[in-house]
């Protein structure tokens, strides 16, 4: 039996898509999704495809009934223009002759049927009025804060802004990073789901001594090797992701995958096991500064001496990557205060999509 077809510009992806997606597969059993960005959106086509496959795999679509594939289009966004709906006809109609068969259009659109009749196809139109998710694309650009709680998992991965605290030991960094969160949760609203993400290497260092007690050696007679600081890399983004996917729309994370690699250059030498990681234009650092803070031991620490120098090397590398940041000094309410500003800073910029399409 051919597919069903549904084709759209999914910026972002949301709870309607899916549910657009799943009326299409008991239609047809099969759907063919064409994703379509205009080539400066902020947005790209393969990131908004792979967050909508992730939304749809999360609600029980299984993968092997979606053909989910993405492309570019300069044609401007006017669907009631005959000579724009053409244009948009004979892209989607190019990108078809790479996907299974397909017979029918399916849409939430009030001109389905005509645009299925211009491209060779039957219709079925779903939800119209959209009443079983009260939203489209266009309201969730307009404020994508207040209908976070209508994105799937892999679109909240895709748009959520990572809020990376980071610093030398006993720099107050733990303590911000949960300031922070306590001060976003209070706003309300979708706010409320602001996740935490502790420092696995802690974890890990506990453990280390837990070790070396068992044995009867000193406290830090189990060495570090490149093995343990892969584990922290790994579980440190499978925390992130998790936390991210469950979460509002800014994550507080106690250090990351880009921290976790300094922290290896410290026990182990320049080299480190793994690449640094990819830039991301939704994640902000924010180095915690010693100054005024007293060094605090609590069994694990070890860097009294090296606070200004890892201060140092944590700004230094955030320069060379070009990773946008803030120092934070002085108490912890003043901190909490020049980061909440940073943070909805970021938040308008990085929600603001540009192209209402």
């Given at each position: 039996m051919p597919a069903a077809l549904i084709t759209g510009t999914f910026n972002p992806p949301h709870m309607g898509h899916v549910k657009l997606i799943k009326a299409a597969i008991e239609k047809r059993d099969h759907v063919v999704v064409i994703v379509l960005a205009q080539p400066h959106d902020r947005v790209s086509a393969p990131d908004r495809a792979k967050a909508l496959a992730q939304d749809c795999i999360a609600e029980g679509v299984t993968e092997s009934n979606m053909t989910i594939v993405h492309g570019y289009e300069s044609t401007p966004y006017e669907p009631e223009n005959p000579a724009v709906a053409q244009s948009n006809a004979r892209v989607i109609q190019a990108?078809?002759?790479?996907?299974?068969?397909?017979?029918?259009?399916?849409t939430s659109e009030a001109n389905g049927e005509s645009f299925a009749n211009m491209l060779g196809l039957h219709h079925f139109s779903f939800d119209i009025d959209r009443t079983q998710v009260p939203v489209s694309s266009t309201q969730i650009r307009a404020d994508l804060v207040g209908n976070w709680h209508l994105l799937g998992p892999g679109s909240r991965e895709l748009l959520s802004i990572r809020a990376v605290f980071v610093g030398a030991e006993s720099t107050g960094t733990t303590t911000t990073t949960l300031a922070v969160q306590a001060a976003l949760i209070a706003r309300g609203a979708n706010f409320r789901q602001t996740n935490w993400i502790r420092e696995y290497g802690r974890d890990l260092t506990m453990r280390k001594k837990e070790q070396a007690e068992a044995m009867g050696l000193s406290e830090y007679a189990v060495p570090w090797t490149p093995?343990?600081?892969?584990?922290?890399?790994?579980?440190?983004?499978?925390?992130?992701?998790?936390?991210?996917?469950?979460?509002?729309?800014?994550?507080?994370?106690?250090?990351?995958?880009?921290?976790?690699?300094?922290?290896?250059?410290?026990?182990?030498?320049?080299?480190?096991?793994?690449?640094?990681?990819?830039?991301?234009?939704?994640?902000?650092?924010?180095?915690?500064?010693?100054?005024?803070?007293?060094?605090?031991?609590?069994?694990?620490?070890?860097?009294?001496?090296?606070?200004?120098s890892m201060t140092e090397e944590f700004e230094d590398e955030?320069?060379?990557?070009?990773?946008?940041?803030?120092?934070?000094?002085?108490?912890?309410?003043?901190?909490?205060?020049?980061?909440?500003?940073?943070?909805?800073?970021?938040?308008?910029?990085?929600?603001?999509?540009?192209?209402a399409q």
């Open positions: 990108h078809l002759r790479h996907t299974p068969p397909v017979d029918m259009l399916v093995t343990d600081f892969v584990e922290i890399a790994v579980v440190q983004q499978q925390l992130e992701d998790v936390a991210a996917r469950t979460g509002g729309p800014v994550v507080c994370c106690d250090t990351d995958v880009f921290a976790t690699l300094i922290w290896e250059r410290r026990y182990l030498g320049a080299k480190t096991s793994l690449p640094m990681p990819a830039n991301s234009q939704n994640r902000i650092y924010f180095v915690t500064q010693p100054e005024g803070v007293p060094f605090v031991q609590d069994k694990i620490r070890d860097s009294e001496n090296l606070r200004e955030l320069i060379s990557t070009g990773r946008a940041w803030a120092a934070l000094d002085g108490s912890v309410e003043t901190r909490v205060e020049l980061a909440l500003a940073a943070i909805d800073v970021a938040i308008a910029q990085a929600f603001d999509f540009h192209i």
